[in-house]
């Protein structure tokens, strides 16, 4: 069984870049059909998608943050970053690692979310 788990700062200042990560485990995921997903919550609001990358392929970005972030696998170690540059106050959020399998179109296990705020 898949296991997600984010780590990363918790404050970030405010221009700056934050960057997460995406530890994977448990079984592989080294399918086409599987994703891994950042998902975040920003206070008072629902879920927005940030992005996604299958198994050591091209990350896809939402349009709304495409300029600023990216979404990589460090394969050697199952770690999946995510690298947003100059961040706002309206990065500060709930970031979520999200296994996606687009082959029953199920969006788990969910990581238990890693908190970040953003800090003049």
């Known amino acids: 069984q898949v296991q997600v788990q984010e780590s990363g700062p918790g404050l970030v200042k405010l221009s700056q870049t934050l960057s997460l990560t995406c530890t994977v485990s448990g079984a592989s995921i080294a399918h086409a059909y599987i994703y891994v997903t950042w998902i975040r919550q920003r206070p008072g609001k629902g879920l927005e998608w940030v992005g996604h990358?299958?198994?050591?392929?091209?990350?896809t970005i939402s349009s709304s943050l495409e300029s600023r972030a990216s979404i990589s696998w460090d394969t050697d170690s199952s770690r999946v970053n995510l690298h947003l540059r100059s961040v706002t106050a309206q990065d500060a959020a709930v970031y979520y690692c999200?296994?996606?399998?687009?082959?029953?179109?199920?969006?788990?296990?969910w990581g238990p979310g890693t908190q970040v705020t953003v800090v003049s």
């Open positions: 990358i299958p198994y050591a392929g091209r990350a």
């Open positions: 999200v296994k996606y399998d687009d082959s029953t179109i199920l969006y788990d296990p």
